[in-house]
């Protein structure tokens, strides 16, 4: 919903309806940012961050397209940009993503290349609109949340693992594009938290190989992607922040 809100910034986090996303919507929030609260088909849980995100005086917009499908982006996004000129996003979260594991040896065509679109394609879907007009600000914050996967490579997500360490390189090629223009563009690689995509992952068997001894939260995450997305970050960009309680790569 728009609200009369105390100022004009925004920020898109993909993904935001659930998880992580969530999570990043509540701070970004409370850093006065306006939110697009991104998603793809839970509307619901778009509305329940949406609530969230609102007791920060802030406003919350709802925005439904799959990154991976440039045609919804453009009649969605790009449309928002176009039809609100003065409302500049200035923080992009490139959030959305999910995960179909199999071994390599059973992986289907058809898993490979939804785990690639979305997180892959998703993220030049996304970026290159809204990373146009922060070249033209001459300001921006874009975070990656990437994975665990994308730097140690796991057994079974060889498709995710692909994917991530894409964008990994993205991060880090578009971060020395960009510099000049006071853009960062960082990633963060959560190891195992707690959201529905880890829903069925035993934390009590992967205890004794994680340093700090469990899983972690959506909050710890959103905490490092704010950091990185406030002005207090303004020399660090390039970089991969692992989030994972040591679990080591
Ligand atoms: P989650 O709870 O499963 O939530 C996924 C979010 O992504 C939802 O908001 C979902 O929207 C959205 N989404 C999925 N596909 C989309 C698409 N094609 N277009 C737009 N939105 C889409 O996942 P999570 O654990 O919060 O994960 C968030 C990010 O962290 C992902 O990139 C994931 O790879 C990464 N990550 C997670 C973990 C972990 O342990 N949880 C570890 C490392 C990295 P709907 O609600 O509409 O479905």
């Known amino acids: 919903m728009e609200l009369e809100t105390q100022n004009n910034k925004y920020a898109l986090v993909t993904g935001g309806s659930r998880g992580i996303g969530r999570a990043i919507c509540e701070k970004l929030a409370e850093m006065g940012y306006n939110i697009l609260v991104n998603y793809n088909s839970n509307e619901t849980a778009a509305l329940e961050t949406a609530k969230l995100v609102e007791q920060h005086n802030v406003s919350a917009e709802i925005i439904k397209f799959d990154v991976a499908n440039k045609e919804q982006v453009d009649a969605t996004l790009v449309k928002w940009m176009e039809d609100h000129p003065k409302k500049p996003i200035e923080i992009l979260v490139n959030n959305a993503g999910f995960r179909r594991d199999a071994l390599f040896m059973w992986m289907e065509e058809e ?34 949340v990437v994975s665990l996967s994308g730097i140690k490579g796991m057994a079974g997500q060889t498709n995710y693992s692909a994917a991530k360490a894409a964008i990994i390189g993205a991060t880090k090629a578009l971060a020395q594009e960009v510099g000049r223009a006071k853009i960062t563009v960082n990633a963060v690689a959560p190891g195992f938290i707690k959201t529905d995509m880890t829903e069925g992952i035993e934390e009590k068997q992967y205890r004794s190989v994680i340093p700090l001894r469990r899983f972690g939260t959506s909050e710890e995450v959103a905490d490092v992607v704010a950091f990185l997305a406030s002005p207090k970050a303004s020399y660090v960009t390039g970089e991969v922040i692992s989030i994972n309680g040591g679990l080591h790569t």
């Open 111 to 144: 898993n490979w290349d939804a785990v690639l679109n979305v997180n892959v394609a998703g993220f030049y879907n996304v970026t290159k609109p809204v990373f146009a007009k922060m070249l033209v600000n001459r300001y921006g914050r874009i975070v990656n």
